[in-house]
């Protein structure tokens, strides 16, 4: 008999959540089992991630779905991505999981490009240079781990080895080790010899949808868990959300998955790795079904949560949109892809810092530097558009923002003025949605991704923001360009 409940486990590194989702009467209809924070601690003079920590909230997850009356079920895992776990022959961790923020990548790029030009690496794996990318990593990581490892897993892979005892690499967060060849479809042997690592250290690439099988018995009896028979979905968050974005086929559109990270970009049958692609610095991650997700990371609303930390969490997000929206727009001009904002000690000093050097008003108030932030996070996300456009010569119509960023009303409304694009916002939990797409596709509920995402606009009701500005937006590109980027235009 079909399992009727699917559950997804969606990690995100902010949060966490276990969602029960099934079909009643033709919708999809969600259940939010358990909620916990996440985010990784430093120690040492290095961020890690409590990889136990959050292997227990599944199994707490897990135990409150069978306390919910859920008896059997499918389930699915996904996290962030590039983060990685070595494992010995008997499956214990070599080492702590760093977190992707740790300084010790600062000087990786350039050590790897030494060996391997940068042209070499874009084209084999078409993957955008970011300093933490697994690829990086693993060149800086201690060389005796490196050779102790028997297997090198990703976070997700290893919390589904912790449930079933299975060995995979799934390939959507495989891919954002900037280790997967785009051509030979495995990873590439000149960057495993580059790191001094054989391809049997990493496990079978699996695609999503394959099943891998029952949760361990011991754990089963231990913790009395449902019979959960685990699917690997498409394990990387973003592989996942984009999965989960309400598009209708007739419509060309863009995703901006708007959570700790912005990531922006079309849906593509095959990878760009073009000049042009690299210099815009595109990432080609794979996507569930043969697909690539042809986008940019742009570091996203990660700067609220830190701006939130130095205010000592007195304000919630709902509050900075509030206060933001009665500060006046576009005061000033800070370029946030710049390293610096990736792990500064404090947020707002670093926010204050650019502006002062670049000659600009300083942002003060709590309001004032959310403001700055959300204006200039529309002009990225615009630019991102315009060189989608140009780089895949299609048009986009409408840009859906999913994740939780869907709630900045502000933020939509301001990334609809600037790009000049339609904008529909939500679902909010579209990475637990298209975890659970691919659950039910394998058991066979749903044909196809077609098929889920028409479920999924059945099912909730996105709003769409119009551009209310119609004129202005080049000359805050422009501006942008000028005093952001030191340069002239708007590219
Ligand atoms: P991740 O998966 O990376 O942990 P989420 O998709 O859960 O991230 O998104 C978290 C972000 O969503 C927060 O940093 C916050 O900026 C935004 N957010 C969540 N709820 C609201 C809200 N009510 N109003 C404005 N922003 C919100
Ligand atoms: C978003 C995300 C993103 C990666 C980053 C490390 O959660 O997975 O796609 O680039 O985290």
Request: aromatic share 8%; hydrophobic share 40%; with cysteine.
């Amino acid at each position: 008999q079909a399992v009727e409940n699917h559950i997804a486990v969606d990690i995100g590194a902010s949060s966490g959540r276990l969602v029960w989702g099934r079909v009643v009467d033709g919708r999809l209809s969600l259940t939010e089992i358990h909620r916990f924070a996440n985010g990784f601690a430093e120690r040492n003079g290095h961020c890690y991630w409590n990889i136990d920590y959050l292997f227990e909230q599944v199994l707490i997850g897990l135990q409150k779905a069978k306390s919910m009356g859920i008896s059997a079920c499918t389930l699915g895992i996904d996290t962030w991505a590039v983060d990685y776990v070595l494992l010995d022959r008997e499956g214990k961790r070599v080492h702590e999981v760093y977190a992707y923020r740790d300084e010790r990548t600062r000087d990786a790029v350039e050590i790897v490009k030494r060996q391997l030009s940068a042209r070499e690496i874009y084209e084999k794996t078409g993957i955008q240079f970011q300093k933490f990318n697994t690829l990086f990593q693993l060149a800086v990581h201690d060389p005796a781990e490196l050779k102790q490892a028997d297997k090198i897993l990703l976070v997700p892979d290893y919390l589904t080895f912790l449930l079933t005892g299975k060995l995979v690499n799934e390939v959507t967060n495989a891919s954002t080790t900037q280790l997967l060849n785009l051509h030979t479809k495995d990873f590439d042997e000149d960057l495993l010899r580059l790191l001094s690592l054989s391809r049997s250290q990493f496990a079978e690439l699996v695609q999503p949808g394959t099943v891998l099988g029952e949760i361990s018995q011991s754990l089963r009896e231990k913790y009395d868990l449902p019979d959960c028979k685990v699917i690997v979905v498409a394990t990387h968050d973003t592989a996942s959300a984009v999965l989960g974005v309400p598009a209708d086929q007739e419509e060309p559109f863009a995703y901006l998955s708007s959570g700790t990270w912005s990531l922006i970009g079309v849906e593509m049958p095959r990878p760009i790795h073009d000049e042009r692609a690299q210099s815009s610095n595109f990432a080609n991650e794979w996507g569930a079904y043969h697909t690539y997700r042809f986008l940019k990371n742009i570091m996203g609303l990660w700067l609220i949560q830190e701006v939130q930390r130095s205010y000592q969490e007195q304000i919630s997000f709902a509050e900075f949109v509030e206060l933001a929206g009665r500060e006046q727009a576009f005061r000033y001009y800070v370029d946030f892809t710049d390293d610096r904002f990736l792990h500064p000690p404090d947020m707002v000093k670093e926010i204050q810092a650019y502006c002062e050097e670049s000659g600009q008003e300083v942002p003060g108030t709590p309001g004032e530097v959310a403001r700055c932030i959300y204006d200039n996070l529309a002009i990225l996300y615009a630019l991102a558009v315009k060189e989608l456009e140009a780089i895949t010569g299609n048009m986009i119509t409408v840009i859906h923002i999913v994740g939780g960023g869907s709630n900045n009303e502000l933020l939509c409304q301001l990334t609809a003025d600037v790009s000049g694009k339609k904008v529909i916002a939500g679902p909010t939990e579209s990475t637990a949605m298209g975890n659970l797409l691919v659950q039910m596709i394998a058991s066979q509920k749903l044909k196809d991704v077609q098929e889920g995402r028409r479920l999924i606009r059945q099912s909730f009701l996105g709003k769409t923001y119009w551009p209310q500005e119609r004129t202005g937006q080049e000359s805050r590109l422009e501006a942008f360009a000028r005093i952001a980027r030191g340069g002239t235009g708007g590219g």
